[in-house]
C-alpha cells in the first residue's frame, strides 16, 4: 500500500478540506515527510497548471492517485442530482474536466458530495435515475481517457444520499458502469458501517481507494479508530492500493501531516 496526502492549490476556497494549501510548498513537503503522493483537490481544471504540477511531482518523485472534487459541491454548489438540469449539466462539465487533469497523472476521480441529495419532496428512484444519466455521462467521457471515476459513500450528518458501503456498493451494481469503483473513508465508515473491518472485507472487489482520518477527523493516532486492526484486515485481504489521509490541519497543518505519516509508517512501511 502507499500513503498520500490531501492537498490544494494555493487559490483553494476556504472550504476545499486538505492538509496543505500551495502546489510547491505542499509537494515539498510532503515528499520531505515520506508521503508516496499527493490528492489533488481541485474546484475546476483552471486551478491545474499541469506543466508545473508534472515538473513538481517528477522533481519530488511523488504519484498522484486521485483528483477529489469535494469543493465542486462545496464551493461551485454543483450536484449530480439537482432539480435544476442547468445545474446537473454544469456538474458534468466541470467534473470532465477534473478528469481531463486526472488523465494526464493516470489518476482518478473520485465523487464526494458532488453526487447529490435526495432533494425535499423527491424519491430515492428519482434522485438514482438523475445520478444514473448523470454518472453514464461523465464515465463514458473518462473511459475513453482511461479515467476511473470511484464513489465515496458520506456520514447522513453531511448528505442522505448514499451513507454506508452497503448503498454505495449497490448503487453501483445497478448502474453496471465498469469505470466506476468505490472509495470508502474509515471516518464515515465509523459512523454509518456496521464494521469497519467487516465492510472492507465484504466489498474489496469494488474498492479502488481510500481516505483515512481517526474518530474526530483528525490525524491517525489521535481519535479512537483501530488503524492497525484495519490495516491488517486490508493486508488480509490483499489490498495493495492506496491510502489518503484526508483529515483537519489541525492544530495546525505542519504537525497533523507529521503525526499521520509517523504514524501510518508503523503500520504500513515503505514498499
Known sequence: MKIALAIAPENALPSAFVVFRGLESSIRKAAELGYDGIELALLNKDQADIGKI???????????????????????RLWFTSPDRAIREKAVEVFKGLVDVA?????????????????????QETTEQRFKEVVEQIAGYASKKGVKLILEPVNRYEINFINNLDQGVDLIKKLGIDSLGLMPDVFHM?????????????????????????????????????????????????????????ILPEPDPDSAAKQSIEYLRKLIPTA
Not at 54 to 74: C, D, M
Not at 103 to 122: D, H, K, L, T
Not at 214 to 225: E, F, K, Q, V
Not at 232 to 238: F, I
Open 190 to 246: 465509523n459512523i454509518e458501517d456496521d464494521s469497519i473491518e467487516g465492510s472492507l472485507k465484504k466489498y474489496i472487489d469494488y474498492i479502488d481507494y481510500i481516505h483515512f482520518a481517526d474518530s474526530n477527523r483528525l490525524a491517525p493516532g489521535w481519535g479512537h479508530l483501530d488503524f492497525r486492526s484495519i490495516v491488517n484486515t486490508l493486508n488480509e485481504v490483499g489490498y495493495n492500493g492506496w491510502i489518503s489521509v484526508e
Open 103 to 123: 488523465a494526464e497523472f493516470g489518476a482518478m476521480v473520485n465523487m464526494g458530495r458532488v453526487r447529490g441529495f435526495i432533494a425535499e419532496g423527491e424519491t
Open 54 to 76: 508534472r515538473k513538481l511531482i517528477t522533481e519530488y518523485h511523488l504519484e498522484i492517485p486521485v483528483v477529489s472534487s469535494g469543493q465542486v459541491f462545496a464551493g461551485s
